[in-house]
């Protein structure tokens, strides 16, 4: 993926979609935070069902280094999709120049076909197998999280890992292995974004 | 409100947390309510301010106990709500769709009896309880809920900082004038995260809010009569006539409006809340092809701020309303055309054209590319 917007005046589109549930809200919420704290502009907004659980549940982020206005965006520059259900949806978002990142053990080719006739940039990734088999199924999204920070920042490394124990300090008190399966996860999101 | 000479600071924020900061900042101490999303995150985060419940946090204005009362449904929140402000507490409620129907009886109440409220209003998605994300279907109740005229002050916030700004801003508003107050904004002002500064409130800006029951007029007499019951038609139109009064004349004092890029405009946008941001940015988008386009924006849909809107449309060769609804803005402004109108002042209505998108989010390449259609 060429659009890597390290230090410059950058400005970048995202919207995730993945299942209720499974973490994409604070995906986007950590990596929001992060990007704030490491001074920029940022817009994180949900997008979800009814649901307590399952249900298409999407995350509209924006990372810039000038003010965003507008929250709500019609063409996104990566869209990550974790989800089956309804790729259709997630379509509306995409242009010519949009990165389309898909989980190849989750979504099947057959939903993707329609993304390649819009972009010619879509990419799939073997997360949800990789960390499943490797580590632990319930660390996918902490591995998709280290591959979002590689694939927009590196830089916010850092911050993401302070926000994302802060995060989930109490669940570290009961599950001790959990820490260190969370930061193995997101070093293993890391190397995923070579393939992206 | 200018902002000069306070201790501001710059946080990440969620939209729901900005408004029960703002409120604290404005001296409510008291939140009556029923959990209902989008609007959860404002009795969520008012709890967590009032600390533990043996030992309460403390307003940073009046010094008061903050506290909260999660009440059986909407109605009783509403009318605990009147409760606490006729007992001189400045308290408020947040709702949404259905629960926004549900307090109608309330805030009708409240209208009827000039009793100042402060109820925040995050609108979902109608028709009835549809989707808990978004919509901007919410305007003509919010504006005109209930048996009454309307006489109520209803915000509609753009951005995260407009919701601290005018959740101060309805407080102030709310006890000044004695009308229910609104801030009407949606579910993606509410659940959206991003930067907003905070800033305390000044104490020469502080209403103090009286005590309707049991202030001065009770220590006079052993009752505080507080009438909504008429036997005769021409009593209650009377009363009528006096609130209508009323209101004409603070309104002049409550309406805004911003007024965006607009003197040289021949087109004019005209979009409120959070798709005014979006107009806002397509505004630039078309200027820097050298379109001429402004917006015009109405910072207060109860009242509307006629003389800036007539000012801002007088000149312009039409408008266009965007709005993710079907009209319910753009019928309030069309009224207060044909009201001006009316008035006798010259004024050629420019052409209309509409983007509605009932319940859906309205991007800035979609308002561009409507400016942009030919017909």
Redesign the interface.
């Given at each position: 993926m060429n659009k890597q917007p390290s230090n410059t005046d950058i400005s970048l589109k995202i919207v995730l979609v993945g299942e209720g549930g499974q973490g994409i809200q604070t995906i986007a919420?950590i990596l929001?935070?992060a990007a704030?704290?490491k001074r920029y502009?940022?817009?994180?907004?949900?997008?979800?069902?009814?649901e307590q659980r399952g249900g298409l549940s999407l995350a509209f982020v924006q990372l810039s280094r000038s003010p965003?206005?507008?929250?709500?965006?019609?063409?996104a520059d990566i869209c990550l999709i974790v989800s089956n259900r309804d790729t259709g949806r997630s379509r509306r978002y995409i242009g010519p120049m949009t990165h389309v990142v898909y989980d190849s053990g989750i979504v099947e080719e057959r939903g993707i076909r329609a993304f390649r006739t819009v972009t010619s940039n879509v990419v799939p990734i073997n997360a949800f197998n990789t960390t499943s088999t490797q580590l632990s199924e319930r660390s996918f999204n902490i591995a998709l999280l280290g591959m979002l920070t590689g694939l927009i920042d590196v830089e916010l490394q850092t911050d993401i890992i302070r926000l994302m124990d802060e995060k989930f300090a109490k669940y570290y008190l009961k599950d001790t292995g959990l820490k260190s399966l969370n930061h193995k996860a997101f070093d293993l999101g890391l190397t995923l974004t070579k393939h992206a | 409100m200018p902002r000069a000479k306070r201790r501001e600071t710059k946080e990440?924020m969620q939209g729901n947390a900005v408004i029960a900061h703002a409120a604290r900042a404005a001296g409510a101490t008291s939140f009556y309510g029923y959990p209902i999303?989008p609007s959860t995150e404002v009795f969520e985060t008012w709890v967590q301010l009032c600390g533990n419940p043996h030992k309460p946090a403390l307003s940073p204005v009046t010094k008061e106990r903050l506290s909260y009362l999660q009440c059986e449904d909407e109605m009783a929140s509403g009318f605990a709500l009147i409760g606490a402000c006729l007992a001189g507490k400045k308290a408020f409620t947040a709702t949404a769709g259905p629960g926004n129907i549900l307090m109608q009886d309330a805030f009708s109440a409240a209208e009827a009896l000039r009793i100042p409220t402060v109820a925040v209003i995050m609108q979902r998605g109608g028709l009835s309880t549809s989707?808990?994300?978004?919509s901007q279907e919410e305007v003509t109740l919010t504006c005109f809920g209930g048996n009454g005229e309307g006489f109520r002050v209803v915000y509609s916030p753009s951005?995260l900082q407009d919701l601290y700004t005018y959740t101060l801003k309805s407080f102030n508003t709310a006890w000044k004038y004695r009308y229910p107050t609104f801030l009407l904004g949606d579910g993606?002002l509410g659940?959206?995260?991003?930067?907003v500064t905070r800033y305390p409130m000044l104490k020469r800006e502080y209403v103090t809010p009286e005590p309707i029951l049991l202030g001065p007029a009770r220590q006079k007499s052993l009752s505080t009569n507080l009438r909504n019951c008429y036997d005769q038609e021409e009593e209650i139109n009377s009363i009528i006539e006096q609130y209508r009064s009323d209101y004409a004349r603070d309104s002049k004092a409550i309406a805004e409006s911003e007024s965006y890029r607009t003197r040289d405009a021949h087109t004019i946008l005209i979009a409120h809340g959070?798709v005014a941001?979006?107009a806002?940015?397509a505004v630039d988008m078309l200027r820097s092809t050298s379109a001429r386009v402004g917006l015009w924006r109405p910072i207060t849909l109860r009242p509307l701020d006629v003389p800036s809107l007539v000012s801002a449309v007088g000149n312009a060769r039409r408008i266009i309303y965007i709005e993710s609804a079907l009209g319910q803005m753009s019928r309030l402004i069309n009224d207060a055309l044909i009201a001006y109108s009316e008035t006798g002042k010259s004024f050629d209505l420019p052409a209309v054209r509409s983007l509605y998108a009932p319940a859906l989010?309205?991007?800035?390449?979609?308002i561009v590319e409507q400016v942009l259609k030919k017909s």
């Open positions: 919420k929001t935070r704030f704290q502009h940022v817009s994180y907004l949900p997008n979800f069902g009814t965003i206005i507008s929250p709500k965006f019609k063409t | 990440f999303t989707t808990v994300i978004y951005s993606y659940k959206m995260s991003g930067e959070i941001s979006a806002k940015v989010g309205i991007t800035p390449t979609e």
